[in-house]
Antibody, heavy 119, light 107 residues
Framework: EVQLVQSGAEVKKPGESLRISCKGS????????ISWVRQLPGKGLEWMGR????????NYSPSFQGHVTISVDKSMTTAYLQWSSLKASDTAMYFC????????????WGQGTLVTVSS | DIQMTQSPSSLSASVGDRVTITCRAS??????LAWYQQKPGKVPKLLIY???SLQSGVPSRFSGSGSATDFTLTISSLQPEDVASYYC?????????FGQGTRVEIK
């Protein structure tokens, strides 16, 4: 059984940096991608970007390109979502999600990390 | 980019009612259409993939249909535990766009 466990809630000030994590366990034998999905308060789901843990290749939504960075550790078990300079508009819930195979069908989800950016 | 448009944005129905949600893609996506359920304060859950295939463990009252640009999620007999937001999503290529969501409530 695949499980994704995300890091805890964060409260930050505008301009600060932040990195949140998503640690996977269970079946990692086949190919898969890890994506990050944003959910603004009371709103819908937005795909931000994805990474292939095997080669660290990334693909971003144009809406998020240049504002966030997705990475993975060398063990390929933990994915990260990073901001260098947070804005109040980044206040949201962030989910990591994993596919089975090279597609964008999100079979497994992390529990979510709430990021609050406020002065 | 391909846009995904759901309707209605919200609905209220009685327990036991048949509920239908539609999703329209701005271009042909074949059958690369998934439906997710998100209960209030919870994590999204995959219900249906390939437009009509039920994910393991999902109750059989949920079904999906459609192809190309027009798709439907049906709950054959609405239950109290089905109160949630439902999202369609195209997943064949980037960006994997979600619909704006449909909120389902009990009347």
């Amino acid at each position: 059984e695949v499980q994704l466990v995300q890091s805890g809630a964060e409260v930050k000030k505008p301009g600060e940096s932040l990195r949140i994590s998503c640690k996977g366990s269970g079946d990692s034998s086949g190919p898969y991608w890890i994506s990050w999905v944003r959910q603004l308060p009371g709103k819908g789901l937005e795909w931000m970007g994805r990474i292939d843990p095997r080669d660290s290749y990334t693909n971003y939504s144009p809406s998020f390109q240049g504002h966030v960075t997705i990475s993975v550790d060398k063990s390929m078990t933990t994915a990260y979502l990073q901001w260098s300079s947070l804005k109040a508009s980044d206040t949201a819930m962030y989910f990591c999600a994993r596919t089975n195979g090279y597609n964008y069908l999100f079979v497994y989800w992390g529990q979510g990390t709430l990021v609050t950016v406020s002065s | 980019d391909i846009q995904m448009t759901q309707s209605p944005s919200s609905l209220s129905a009685s327990v036991g009612d048949r509920v239908t949600i539609t999703c329209r893609a701005s271009q042909d996506i074949s059958n690369y259409l998934a439906w997710y359920q998100q209960k209030p304060g919870k994590v999204p859950k995959l219900l249906i993939y390939a437009a009509s295939s039920l994910q393991s463990g999902v109750p059989s009252r949920f079904s999906g249909s459609g192809s190309a640009t027009d798709f439907t999620l049906t709950i054959s007999s609405l239950q109290p535990e089905d109160v949630a937001s439902y999202y369609c999503q195209k997943y064949n290529s980037a960006p994997p766009t979600f619909g704006q969501g449909t909120r389902v409530e009990i009347k």
